[in-house]
């Protein structure tokens, strides 16, 4: 079996000495070949090239940034031959996943231990297993994801921590946090909501102020906690959204409090929930702060979203 481990060399739980340790783990089931990335979008790159040279597993060891990239890079590396199967699944290489960054929700979402030591050993075990899942994932325009997407707020919050990360702040449940508090009373227009969500078919839902997408559940993690807006996402299904109609302080309140709860689900008048969509349109009347996965993209007009069922195959 041949597999390529693509390394980011920045991911924050990982050392020099443990990725040996994985390394040497990994070559005793697989002829392995590691990359390390030198750039954003490099994983993308190696991914694609990996696939085309028909490699039976992509391994990463670094954070959800990572994975998003080399997941990317595998659906568009579209394998050509005769004969190929119709579902990406069955065609593309398998995907393994160390945890290596700070919150790993894709590695957690599919079952895997938190911390790399772990995970590696399952991850081994499923190798030697023949041990694989698989997963829809989400698509954005023409960018893939693999369990959340925002437009609006929690975007807006995301770019907010990155910044502050790019200034020498650690990523913390608390740097989230404040960050949620300064975007929300400081930057976002809450009496004037534009989006609208449009299905085929259906009658546009208009003032919406954030959106918030799953395809798994939970959505994130503060530390060990999960946050699950749409805790019915599955991999298994179509894409779920909940969205606040308006931004008014007392219900935006309520839901962040039943959001953060694990008790129920949000819900209420100024909370819109839909399950198992295959697509639909977000389109905002100012650009909007979009996210994929955790990773701030700037702002969007308009972004259409889609289902795509049995996307590919994950070691577990």
Same mark, same amino acid.
């Given at each position: 079996?041949?597999? !390529?481990? @693509? %390394? &980011?060399? #920045?991911?924050?739980?990982?050392?020099?000495?443990?990725?040996?340790?994985? @390394?040497?783990?990994?070559?005793?089931?697989?002829?392995?070949?590691?990359?390390?990335?030198?750039?954003?979008?490099?994983?993308?790159?190696?991914?694609?090239?990996?696939?085309?040279?028909?490699?039976?597993?992509?391994?990463? /060891?670094?954070?959800?940034?990572?994975?998003?990239?080399? @997941?990317?890079?595998?659906?568009?590396?579209?394998?050509?031959?005769?004969?190929?199967?119709?579902?990406?699944?069955?065609?593309?290489?398998?995907?393994?996943?160390?945890?290596?960054?700070?919150?790993?929700?894709?590695?957690?979402? %599919?079952?895997?231990?938190?911390? *790399?030591?772990?995970?590696?050993?399952? !991850?081994?075990?499923? /190798?030697?297993?023949?041990?694989?899942?698989?997963?829809?994932?989400?698509?954005?325009?023409?960018?893939?994801?693999?369990?959340?997407?925002?437009?609006?707020?929690?975007?807006?919050?995301?770019?907010?921590?990155?910044?502050?990360?790019? #200034?020498?702040?650690?990523?913390?449940?608390?740097?989230?946090?404040?960050?949620?508090?300064?975007?929300?009373?400081?930057?976002?227009?809450?009496?004037?909501?534009?989006?609208?969500?449009?299905?085929?078919?259906?009658?546009?839902?208009?003032?919406?102020?954030?959106?918030? !997408?799953? &395809?798994?559940?939970? *959505?994130?993690?503060?530390?060990?906690?999960?946050? &699950?807006?749409?805790? &019915?996402?599955?991999?298994?299904?179509?894409?779920?959204?909940?969205?606040? +109609? +308006?931004?008014?302080?007392?219900?935006?309140?309520?839901?962040?409090?039943? !959001?953060?709860?694990?008790?129920?689900?949000?819900?209420?008048?100024?909370?819109? +929930?839909?399950?198992?969509?295959?697509?639909?349109? /977000?389109?905002?009347?100012?650009?909007?702060?979009?996210?994929?996965?955790?990773?701030?993209?700037?702002? +969007?007009? #308009?972004?259409?979203?889609?289902?795509?069922?049995?996307?590919?195959? %994950?070691?577990?």
């Amino acid at each position: 079996m041949r597999a !390529i481990l @693509v %390394v &980011n060399p #920045k991911a924050t739980t990982t050392t020099g000495r443990s990725r040996d340790v994985l @390394v040497r783990a990994l070559r005793s089931e697989v002829d392995l070949t590691v990359e390390y990335t030198r750039r954003r979008g490099h994983a993308v790159a190696l991914a694609r090239t990996a696939a085309r040279e028909g490699v039976d597993v992509v391994v990463t /060891l670094g954070g959800d940034g990572t994975v998003n990239e080399v @997941v990317n890079g595998l659906m568009t590396a579209d394998p050509a031959g005769p004969g190929a199967a119709r579902t990406p699944a069955d065609r593309l290489p398998a995907l393994a996943t160390v945890p290596g960054g700070s919150t790993n929700v894709f590695a957690r979402a %599919v079952g895997l231990p938190s911390q *790399w030591p772990e995970a590696a050993g399952v !991850i081994l075990e499923g /190798l030697r297993l023949r041990r694989f899942r698989t997963i829809g994932l989400g698509l954005a325009d023409d960018r893939y994801f693999t369990f959340c997407a925002g437009f609006g707020l929690d975007a807006a919050v995301i770019n907010r921590v990155e910044r502050a990360r790019r #200034k020498g702040r650690v990523s913390t449940p608390g740097l989230y946090l404040r960050s949620l508090m300064n975007e929300y009373f400081l930057a976002t227009d809450r009496r004037h909501p534009a989006i609208s969500l449009e299905r085929p078919g259906e009658t546009a839902i208009p003032e919406l102020g954030t959106v918030v !997408i799953q &395809n798994t559940a939970p *959505w994130t993690y503060l530390g060990d906690r999960e946050i &699950n807006p749409n805790p &019915n996402a599955s991999f298994d299904l179509g894409l779920d959204v909940m969205a606040l +109609r +308006r931004m008014r302080v007392p219900g935006t309140v309520r839901a962040v409090t039943q !959001i953060l709860s694990r008790r129920s689900y949000p819900h209420g008048k100024q909370v819109l +929930r839909l399950h198992d969509m295959p697509e639909f349109t /977000l389109v905002s009347q100012h650009p909007e702060a979009f996210q994929l996965d955790g990773d701030y993209l700037g702002e +969007r007009n #308009k972004v259409r979203f889609t289902s795509v069922t049995a996307a590919l195959r %994950v070691i577990c």
